[in-house]
T-cell receptor, first 116, second 116 residues
Framework: DTGVSQDPRHKITKRGQNVTFRCDPI?????LYWYRQTLGQGPEFLTYFQNEAQLEKSRLLSDRFSAERPKGSFSTLEIQRTEQGDSAMYLCASSLALRAEEETQYFGPGTRLLVL | GENVEQHPSTLSVQEGDSAVIKCTYS??????FPWYKQELGKRPQLIID?????GEKKDQRIAVTLNKTAKHFSLHITETQPEDSAVYFCAAGRPMIYNQGGKLIFGQGTELSVKP
């Protein structure tokens, strides 16, 4: 499968625990996005990287959230001290942004997080 | 801030009928308008997109129209089939060269049900 992959697909954790999710983008895609989707809502932007540089973070991303893309390939999203309100689907998307008018984002299957 | 309003939230049609979903965006700098289809438990999949240099784009049974003056864009599905049943999301994005360019702002979604 050459699409965007995410791991794990499901995560159940207790409040206060830390969790880390991984996203592997489509090969050679230089942009990587993280979104969060709650039930019945559209995805909400969290943060994105161009290569290894994190270029924007949403105000939704509290200081308990951190994302990295150390070598410009895969990315990790860590949530520290999880809260029940963090329960959601965490989606990753990647794109090959060579020209300003030609970016298309392709989504991964998501990681569904449940905080008990 | 940026906002995308999507209507209706649910839509039920008979097989063979047409379905229309409408979106309104607030950010006048937006120039990219993709539509994603999301089946239950699966990743959002791009079905069609339009950029602001065109007013209409068609791909088989699916078409999208854009009115930049009114900040409206719509998805039209003709000859609907039961496999078209899913949640559809519209989104809007700025050009990458802009501040905060690249990220997508999504609508709330439309649950389409096509009855055989």
């Amino acid at each position: 499968d050459t699409g965007v992959s995410q791991d794990p697909r499901h995560k159940i954790t207790k409040r206060g625990q830390n969790v880390t999710f991984r996203c592997d983008p489509i090969s050679e895609h230089n942009r990587l996005y993280w979104y969060r989707q709650t039930l019945g809502q559209g995805p909400e932007f969290l943060t994105y990287f161009q290569n290894e540089a994190q270029l924007e973070k949403s105000r939704l991303l509290s200081d308990r959230f951190s994302a990295e893309r150390p070598k410009g390939s895969f990315s990790t999203l860590e949530i520290q001290r999880t809260e029940q309100g963090d329960s959601a689907m965490y989606l990753c998307a990647s794109s090959l942004a060579l020209r300003a008018e030609e970016e298309t984002q392709y989504f991964g299957p998501g990681t569904r997080l449940l905080v008990l | 801030g940026e906002n995308v309003e999507q209507h209706p939230s649910t839509l039920s049609v008979q097989e063979g009928d047409s379905a229309v979903i409408k979106c309104t965006y607030s950010d006048s700098a937006s120039n990219y308008f993709p539509w994603y289809k999301q089946e239950l438990g699966k990743r959002p999949q791009l079905i069609i997109d339009i950029r602001s240099n065109v007013g209409e784009k068609k791909d088989q049974r699916i078409a999208v129209t854009l009115n930049k003056t009114a900040k409206h864009f719509s998805l039209h599905i003709t000859e609907t089939q039961p496999e078209d049943s899913a949640v559809y999301f519209c989104a809007a994005g700025r050009p990458m060269i802009y501040n905060q360019g690249g990220k997508l702002i999504f609508g709330q979604g439309t649950e389409l049900s096509v009855k055989p």
